[in-house]
């Protein structure tokens, strides 16, 4: 499986199990994810094509295959096993909400907790997101392929004692700095791809503490891009989280994981304080 990823230097790559090559080399004129996203997956060349050497991916330094999102939108409730866990009544339809792209930071985090006054009891847990690829409206569950570039694991971190305070308090809950850790790489699976018995798991210093598969998703990926596709309309670039299977306290010096089967993972260390601004 093919896989677009970007190095600390800014270095675009496309790549698969073997390695990755710089992404230029192997789709001339190419030169960012974001271009590449609107290729899709059958016009998207393989690695071998480039005139280029592969370099494992032990070998490289990531940075967020996407600095620049579009929308970022997540998926409460999205798994009724969650939803039973939290005393809810899992909604009728896609219960959805925004984050800013300044919540977004890439692999390896850090997730720096806010001072104690403003949240003490922060949760992280695992998603399957869905990359969009193509500038799309009113589309159908059938075709989301032709519109979805690929599919990435993320970390999203929930200031919870803010949020059950109101759920009307939601935006903040989810909105500070760092609370959307992106992995390293988008995954680019081929177009059809059975998406069901891939499972999801949250995992806090090695021990799993939620797991579930896309199968028992009320809404499918799909069906999400579907369905927000007629609310709004979707661009190369954003991105919808599709809910978690559960979620876990986090402290500073703890480590997350956001893992999906076959897709890879999004790892982040856990830190107190926020980042100074010079």
């Given at each position: 499986?093919?896989?677009?990823?970007?190095?600390?230097?800014?270095?675009?790559?496309?790549?698969?199990?073997?390695?990755?090559?710089?992404?230029?080399?192997?789709?001339?004129?190419?030169?960012?994810?974001?271009?590449?996203?609107?290729?899709?997956?059958?016009?998207?060349?393989?690695?071998?094509?480039?005139?280029?050497?592969?370099?494992?991916?032990?070998?490289?330094?990531?940075?967020?295959?996407?600095?620049?999102?579009?929308?970022?939108?997540?998926?409460?409730?999205?798994?009724?096993?969650?939803?039973?866990?939290?005393?809810?009544?899992?909604?009728?339809?896609?219960?959805?909400?925004?984050?800013?792209?300044?919540?977004?930071?890439?692999?390896?985090?850090?997730?720096?907790?806010?001072?104690?006054?403003?949240?003490?009891?922060?949760?992280?847990?695992?998603?399957?997101?869905?990359?969009?690829?193509?500038?799309?409206?009113?589309?159908?569950?059938?075709?989301?392929?032709?519109?979805?570039?690929?599919?990435?694991?993320?970390?999203?971190?929930?200031?919870?004692?803010?949020?059950?305070?109101?759920?009307?308090?939601?935006?903040?809950?989810?909105?500070?700095?760092?609370?959307?850790?992106?992995?390293?790489?988008?995954a680019v699976p081929e177009t059809g791809t059975d998406l069901s018995r891939l499972?999801?798991?949250?995992?806090?210093?090695?021990?799993?503490?939620?797991?579930?598969?896309?199968?028992?998703?009320?809404?499918?990926?799909?069906?999400?891009?579907?369905?927000?596709?007629?609310?709004?309309?979707?661009?190369?670039?954003?991105?919808?989280?599709?809910?978690?299977?559960?979620?876990?306290?986090?402290?500073?010096?703890?480590?997350?994981?956001?893992?999906?089967?076959?897709?890879?993972?999004?790892?982040?260390?856990?830190?107190?304080?926020?980042?100074?601004?010079?």
């Amino acid at each position: 499986m093919r896989s677009l990823a970007r190095t600390t230097d800014g270095e675009a790559l496309l790549g698969d199990e073997t390695g990755y090559v710089p992404l230029s080399a192997a789709a001339p004129g190419v030169e960012t994810i974001r271009e590449a996203l609107t290729l899709g997956s059958q016009s998207l060349p393989e690695p071998s094509t480039a005139f280029a050497s592969r370099i494992p991916a032990e070998d490289l330094s990531f940075a967020s295959p996407l600095p620049d999102p579009g929308k970022l939108l997540g998926i409460g409730l999205n798994y009724a096993d969650h939803a039973a866990d939290l005393d809810e009544r899992p909604p009728e339809e896609p219960a959805s909400f925004f984050k800013p792209t300044s919540a977004a930071t890439g692999p390896g985090g850090p997730i720096r907790l806010p001072p104690a006054e403003r949240t003490d009891h922060v949760t992280a847990e695992a998603e399957l997101a869905v990359v969009v690829g193509r500038t799309c409206r009113d589309v159908d569950a059938t075709a989301a392929d032709a519109v979805i570039a690929g599919y990435l694991p993320v970390i999203d971190v929930t200031a919870e004692d803010v949020l059950r305070r109101n759920p009307r308090f939601l935006t903040r809950a989810k909105s500070f700095d760092t609370f959307l850790v992106f992995g390293p790489h988008i995954a680019v699976p081929e177009t059809g791809t059975d998406l069901s018995r891939l499972e999801v798991r949250t995992v806090v210093n090695g021990e799993v503490r939620a797991r579930n598969t896309v199968d028992n998703m009320h809404v499918s990926p799909r069906e999400l891009v579907a369905f927000h596709s007629r609310v709004m309309t979707l661009e190369p670039g954003d991105i919808i989280s599709t809910g978690t299977p559960g979620a876990h306290v986090i402290r500073p010096s703890d480590e997350v994981r956001a893992e999906v089967d076959r897709f890879g993972s999004a790892r982040a260390d856990v830190v107190a304080g926020p980042e100074e601004i010079v």
